[in-house]
Nanobody, 122 residues
Framework: QVQLVESGGGLVQAGGSLRLSCAAS????????MGWFRQAPGKEREFVGG????????YYADSVKGRFTISRDNAKNTVYLQMNSLKPEDTAVYYCAASSKGQAFGVSYDYWGQGTQVTVSS
């Protein structure tokens, strides 16, 4: 069982930055692939990006590539989403998720956090 808690959301102006954190419980965090998803009002949840268990491989949606960076610290059981050059269309609830497959793309996710709101004003 893995519990995930996101933090770091908030209100930021367009062009600004935020760093989201996702703290995980459990001793097996380092074996999980981790993903970030988001869901805007009236829209389906979408994959933002992910990182494999070792941190050596990352994936990004085209909409955030070059602006967002995912990293992880397995010693701290935490995965991060650094968001730069934010746009109003990045406004959404952001969720982190864990995959027991160890990878972050093309896999199912077993555990989800409760989400954190990110609002980007124009």
């Amino acid at each position: 069982q893995v519990q995930l808690v996101e933090s770091g959301g908030g209100l930021v102006q367009a062009g600004g930055s935020l760093r989201l954190s996702c703290a995980a419980s459990g001793r097996t965090f380092s074996s999980y692939g981790m993903g970030w998803f988001r869901q805007a009002p009236g829209k389906e949840r979408e994959f933002v990006g992910g990182i494999n268990w070792s941190g050596h491989t990352t994936y990004y949606a085209d909409s955030v590539k070059g602006r967002f960076t995912i990293s992880r610290d397995n010693a701290k059981n935490t995965v991060y989403l650094q968001m730069n050059s934010l746009k109003p269309e990045d406004t959404a609830v952001y969720y982190c998720a864990a995959s027991s497959k160890g990878q972050a793309f093309g896999v199912s996710y077993d555990y989800w956090g409760q989400g954190t709101q990110v609002t980007v004003s124009s």
